[in-house]
């Protein structure tokens, strides 16, 4: 007899997810509107359990009693016997529907518990590493939502995560400060000549912490540039929104850049008309992307994140269909730009 299985995640648990990253992240959030809608659906459900690990860590305090308990939901949800919340539903639907490796989601909660622990970051190296855990990790789990699990494109996944973290961390130089952060690698900041305990003291924009700021964007840029090969290697109905979110991410990195670099006293900020004009140009590049560059191999802080997947079980059929309608594509797109346009 056939085997019938059900999602645990309700309509209800599924609203709410959508709910969580339409609030929390607005910029990923106009890029998933390009989405399909099953992928979609996976998109805010993987968000909302991020985004209730990243709030659980913050609010605690930094508290490792936080990781721990997060590390238990995320066994149960892996086991499918989810806790009684919304995201835990769902991430259980995930691991079922995508043969999604636990270790994915466990680097995620390892990167956190590294900001519990308040780990500094010596190198560039020592951030990569920390940056592949709390975005790579993200970024590969949303490849394997759109069904694809290739070493290539898992590698550029990473890439992209990466470049998005370290552009967070260019915006919120000052944010992070104020809160007894420093993510800018030590070593950068002796050979520049600032005093890290003086900066958390009184964080203002000097032109040195600057300088280090444009020097970190100068690698998110790298690194955007090897990811956007990656994109080829999608599904062709969900090359356009991944794209959008790489180009609306590097372009928080260029308002830092337009406010010189400061970015104590300025929070970078991108304009919903700029982000729906990003949105298009990412409709026409994703159409004649070259995906010859995406052979690159992994950067060695993402390749326990490849190496996961390939040690994993195989996936399913990918849940979306590879080609749709143009007039399809062409509508959802358009009612996308109209809910933009309304919001500028």
């Not at 860590?57 to 086991?79: I, N």
Request: with cysteine; net charge positive.
């Amino acid at each position: 007899m056939p085997q019938f299985s059900f999602d645990l995640a309700s309509r209800s648990d599924n609203r709410e997810c959508r709910e969580a990253i339409r609030v929390g992240s607005k910029s990923f959030y106009a890029a998933s509107r390009l989405l399909p809608g099953d992928v979609r659906r996976r998109a805010f459900a993987l968000y909302a359990f991020c985004r209730l690990s990243d709030d659980a860590v913050d609010l605690s305090g930094g508290s490792t009693d936080a990781v721990a308990r997060l590390r238990h939901r995320l066994e149960r949800a892996a086991k499918r016997r989810p806790l009684p919340f919304a995201a835990d539903r769902a991430m259980a639907d995930l691991f079922r529907r995508t043969a999604m490796p636990v270790a994915l989601p466990e680097a995620l909660l390892e990167g956190l518990a590294w900001d519990a622990e308040g780990r500094v970051y010596e190198t560039l190296d020592d951030l990569f590493d920390y940056a592949a855990r709390v975005a790579g990790a993200v970024g590969v789990m949303m490849t394997l939502l759109m069904g694809v699990r290739s070493p290539e494109a898992l590698a550029r996944a990473n890439d992209l995560g990466v470049a998005m973290q370290l552009t967070n961390i260019a915006r919120d130089v000052g944010e992070d400060a104020r809160m007894g952060r420093i993510y800018l690698p030590r070593q950068w900041l002796r050979e520049a000549g600032v005093d890290a305990d003086a900066f958390l003291a009184d964080p203002t924009p000097d032109p040195k912490v600057r300088a280090l700021t444009a020097r970190l964007l100068d690698e998110a840029h790298a690194l955007y540039a090897r990811s956007v090969a990656g994109v080829a290697l999608l599904p062709a109905n969900c090359r356009k929104a991944i794209l959008a979110a790489a180009l609306i991410y590097a372009e928080i990195g260029a308002e830092v850049a337009r406010n010189e670099f400061d970015s104590v006293t300025v929070r970078a900020r991108v304009s919903g008309r700029r982000k729906l004009a990003l949105l298009a140009r990412a409709v026409v590049e994703s159409r004649r992307l070259d995906r010859a560059a995406a052979a690159a191999p992994a950067a060695p802080c993402g390749v326990f994140l490849v190496e996961a997947v390939a040690n994993g079980l195989p996936g399913p059929r990918r849940p979306s269909r590879p080609f749709v309608d143009w007039r399809e594509s062409f509508l959802e797109t358009l009612q996308t730009f109209e809910r933009l346009q309304r919001q500028t």
